[in-house]
């Protein structure tokens, strides 16, 4: 997410990229406990607790104490919360994807040549990208 669209996300709808990330692992995982998410965004228990604290106290999410085993916390979208993750314009990666996959096969082809052509200008083929990008869904179910 660049800068600008952490700010207009923030200004527009009081969400920072880390609360908007946790809702969307919500909104693919109903009812998931705090650990769950904790292992999904790769974030501590105490970093759970505080977003969850957060979105609670606006309104866009509940936690519940588990049917089975009252020690878990069940975290959910409230229907605001749902409503509202809706609203959010998607991420410059998903957008590309998406127009990307809009594209006829040979459009396709041609922007990846380019691209290839491109990084092997720039000597990039040896750059380790992955920690930048981020290839399929969190949840594996999208």
């Given at each position: 997410?660049?800068?600008?669209?952490?700010?207009?996300?923030?200004?527009?709808?009081?969400?920072?990229?880390?609360?908007?990330?946790?809702?969307?692992?919500?909104?693919?995982?109903?009812?998931?406990?705090?650990?769950?998410?904790?292992?999904?965004?790769?974030?501590?228990?105490?970093?759970?607790?505080?977003?969850?604290?957060?979105?609670?106290?606006?309104?866009?999410?509940?936690?519940?104490?588990?049917?089975?085993?009252?020690?878990?916390?069940?975290?959910?979208?409230?229907?605001?919360?749902?409503?509202?993750?809706?609203?959010?314009?998607?991420?410059?990666?998903?957008?590309?994807?998406?127009?990307?996959?809009?594209?006829?096969?040979?459009?396709?082809?041609?922007?990846?040549?380019?691209?290839?052509?491109?990084?092997?200008?720039l000597d990039a083929s040896d750059i380790e990208a992955s920690p930048i990008l981020a290839t399929g869904p969190l949840s594996g179910d999208r």
């Amino acid at each position: 997410m660049t800068e600008t669209q952490t700010r207009s996300l923030a200004k527009e709808f009081g969400l920072t990229p880390t609360q908007l990330l946790f809702m969307q692992v919500l909104s693919a995982a109903p009812r998931a406990t705090a650990s769950f998410v904790a292992k999904e965004m790769s974030v501590s228990h105490g970093t759970v607790t505080a977003l969850t604290d957060r979105l609670i106290c606006n309104g866009l999410m509940t936690r519940t104490k588990g049917e089975e085993d009252r020690r878990q916390a069940i975290l959910q979208l409230t229907p605001e919360g749902e409503a509202l993750l809706k609203a959010v314009p998607g991420s410059l990666q998903e957008r590309f994807e998406d127009r990307f996959e809009a594209l006829e096969l040979w459009e396709q082809a041609f922007i990846l040549a380019a691209l290839e052509r491109t990084a092997s200008m720039l000597d990039a083929s040896d750059i380790e990208a992955s920690p930048i990008l981020a290839t399929g869904p969190l949840s594996g179910d999208r």
